[in-house]
């Protein structure tokens, strides 16, 4: 039975049992174990493939044909150039262990399921026992029947590379994996947020972050003290947690809630701290974020609106209401849908909903009817700081004059200034006395209407 005939055979068994026994993270290359020692235990094998089988044929031409298997993920970057050896035990030496390097510097763990990451080593050899990479290796890429020995690999520095282990045999046994070779790949990278992910659209509370590698969950501060926050929209950190840490030791992402949502566009700092836990974010190796590593991100598709204050108008005065925001659709309570509109029939209560491209935003305004003018019917001008000037208040007039006379029909003050009051006196400091005084006023309010009133005032001391 060749090696191709025995994987169909044992398929449907793997899948009942991975369906049973679920996935790991490092099933997945995106959770990577990081190559943090030279040497790893593994005690048991991992069953099937992780949330992507990333070794489908014939999007990617790994030498291990089958696919992912029963499969474990490793990863590190080289910090010294140099070879690359290791040595695989598997604990029953009746297990049959395969095995592929990839070159994911420029794509990432995506380039492995489409091809675009290079396959630099693999061994699919159906012979069980010990198996890797010295110099008694013979071919780079093994087939079924080759040696289940690679010669050695340069690396480059500053390289990162994902290696895949699969258990062709899928037995419960794990294996001892020892790294030699002159290549320094433990790593000593530390982790730093790669990415913010928030959406654009609604005024959301959460922030995603994505990790250039995974942290503990136990490093995650609960009160997401780990970090701080601040942008226009003002807020705090309300908590943190590493998404799938409910089923796992490790997160690539953490979720950042806001005590208050993000409302407005600008820019955004997300700063790193030492949490209440006493540590940053650490990563499978003990490597930790620096305090006070921040990363920005801005917020542009938010639409803003702001139709003013609640305000009075005069039946027949202009009132020109703008919402205007880029790439946006308008609806207003009237039917209009233009970014602006023009208004001169009041009592109104007017609101606007703005769309761009499905994020939207809405505000209104209540304008009342009012071309009015308050005059007090008494003043006392003893400089306590209480009605102590007497004149007509209005915000509609355009023009405007008072008369005030005395009891016997002489002038005692004259404006054409609303700012300009009466204090009481002749305009030299000189008071006049207690009494009732008659004034009259005229003017014009803003939609043009004349206005014109006669009255008494007291004047108080």
């Not at 191709?4 to 991975?18: G, K, N, Q």
């Not at 013979?138 to 029947?145: A, E, F, H, V, Y």
């Amino acid at each position: 039975m060749n090696k191709y005939t025995r994987y169909i055979l044992i398929l449907m068994p793997v899948l009942i049992s991975a369906i049973c026994r679920g996935q790991s993270p490092e099933q997945d290359c995106i959770n990577a174990i990081p190559v943090c020692s030279t040497s790893f235990s593994q005690a048991n094998s991992n069953v099937g493939f992780g949330n992507v089988q990333e070794l489908s044929y014939p999007f990617t031409t790994s030498c291990l044909a089958a696919g992912e298997q029963n499969s474990i993920w490793y990863t590190f970057t080289v910090n010294t150039a140099g070879s690359l050896e290791f040595t695989l035990t598997p604990a029953a030496f009746t297990d049959d262990y395969d095995w592929a390097i990839f070159d994911i510097t420029s794509t990432g763990c995506p380039g492995i399921p489409n091809g675009t990451a290079p396959e630099i080593a693999c061994n699919y050899s159906v012979f069980p026992g010990v198996t890797g990479m010295n110099a008694t290796g013979d071919l780079i890429s093994s087939g079924p029947l080759d040696s289940n020995t690679a010669p050695p690999i340069n690396l480059v520095a500053g390289n990162t590379y994902a290696m895949v282990i699969n258990n062709a045999t899928s037995s419960t046994g794990g294996y001892q994996l020892d790294f030699a070779g002159t290549a320094n790949l433990l790593d000593n990278n530390v982790p730093v947020p790669d990415s913010i992910l928030h959406r654009e659209c609604d005024q959301q509370d959460t922030l995603y972050i994505q990790l250039s590698e995974a942290v503990l969950c136990s490093s995650i501060a609960a009160d997401g003290s780990d970090f701080t926050f601040s942008g226009p929209s003002g807020g705090s950190v309300y908590t943190a947690f590493g998404v799938g840490c409910a089923n796992a030791t490790s997160a690539n992402t953490i979720g950042i809630v806001l005590n208050n949502a993000i409302l407005f566009n600008g820019l955004y700092t997300l700063n790193i701290n030492t949490g209440s836990d006493g540590t940053t974010l650490t990563d499978i190796c003990g490597n930790a974020t620096p305090v006070d590593y921040n990363i920005n991100f801005i917020v542009t598709n938010i639409p803003e609106v702001n139709l003013g204050n609640d305000t009075a108008m005069c039946d027949g005065e202009v009132l020109i209401l703008d919402a205007t925001n880029v790439n946006t659709t308008y609806y207003w309570s009237n039917g209009q849908q233009t970014p602006g509109i023009t208004l001169n029939d009041y009592p109104i209560l007017i609101w606007v909903n703005v769309d761009r491209n499905g994020c939207f935003a809405r505000d209104s305004i209540d304008i009342q009817s009012a071309c009015s003018i308050f005059v007090p019917n008494a003043f006392s001008p003893n400089n306590d700081g209480f009605n102590d000037i007497f004149g007509a208040i209005s915000a509609q007039l355009t023009t405007y004059e008072i008369f005030i006379y005395d009891r016997w029909g002489k002038r005692v003050f004259y404006s054409n200034n609303l700012d300009n009051t009466w204090d009481g006196t002749d305009g030299w400091g000189i008071p006049y006395p207690t009494g009732v005084y008659v004034y009259y006023i005229q003017g014009n309010f803003r939609n043009g209407e004349n206005f014109n009133k006669t009255g008494n005032v007291s004047l108080l001391r």
